[in-house]
């Protein structure tokens, strides 16, 4: 029996490319959608359909849509066994999903070539499942595939031209002391609803402090390592909480 190529598309330019390398095999490609992306990713996907030739399916979870809504009814933000927005925004999506799925299927992740060991990890965490990794088989740099995504003309993801490093959800509750200041500045108002929702279930982003108490000036976040929201990030509150 014929394996289903199906490719997880992050919102984030190297799932995007990850697609393209692999258009003319790819069987669907989806998209798990949270209110709290940035409408600039909504445009920077149908440019992707449009550069494909391919639907991207937007698929959502029916519980939850929003990481507030996430954290007001589990108050849990994050801790030692991730983030409990992934598991409910995106974990569970994609699992709902596999359930209704009939036959074996090849995945399409976008790794690039420095992470190796998270392709490994994968791997070990999903062996029921095919898995293949366009950039990494390429050994194509994160560099290089943002050099790709200009050569094919499209414009990347707002989040990136900012100066972030990846197009994760506007206030993601994994950022450090810098990307929580970045955000603070650059979008006030998810700073002060996130700062207030530590409050009121009494647990923080970030561990050690509030953000309501977070120095203007603390953390660069140019030194700060912060995956893409995707699967390594339900892997990890695999490990813990499994």
């Not at 359930?99 to 976008?110: A, C, F, I, R, S």
């Not at 994760?168 to 108002?189: A, H, L, Q, S, T």
Request: hydrophobic content about 35%.
């Amino acid at each position: 029996m014929t394996k289903k190529e199906v490719c997880w598309f992050s919102g984030g330019v190297s799932s995007f490319i990850a697609c393209y390398l692999r258009k003319d095999t790819l069987d669907e490609i989806f998209y798990i959608h949270i209110n709290d992306q940035h409408p600039d990713t909504l445009r920077f996907l149908h440019d992707c359909e449009k550069a494909l030739g391919k639907e991207i399916t937007i698929i959502q979870s029916e519980k939850f849509k929003s990481v507030e809504e996430v954290i007001r009814q589990t108050r849990y933000v994050n801790g030692p066994s991730g983030a409990r927005c992934t598991q409910e925004l995106k974990k569970k999506v994609r699992q709902d999903w596999e359930k209704q799925q009939d036959g074996e299927m090849l995945y399409v992740w976008g790794y690039d070539s420095t992470e190796q060991h998270r392709a490994e990890r994968l791997k070990e965490a999903m062996p029921e499942y095919e898995h293949i990794f366009p950039l990494l088989d390429e050994n194509l740099s994160k560099e290089e595939v943002h050099g790709m995504l200009q050569r094919l003309a499209i414009q990347r993801p707002v989040m990136y031209e900012m100066g972030y490093r990846n197009n994760n959800c506007i206030g993601c509750v994994k950022g450090g002391m810098g990307y929580w200041n970045k955000i603070r500045r650059d979008f006030p108002e998810v700073f002060a609803e996130r700062a207030k929702i530590e409050r009121e279930i009494g647990h923080s982003c970030i561990k050690g402090v509030f953000l309501d108490e977070l120095e203007p000036n603390r953390g660069r976040i140019e030194d700060e390592v912060m995956e893409e929201c995707g699967i390594m990030c339900e892997i990890a509150y695999e490990k813990v909480t499994v």
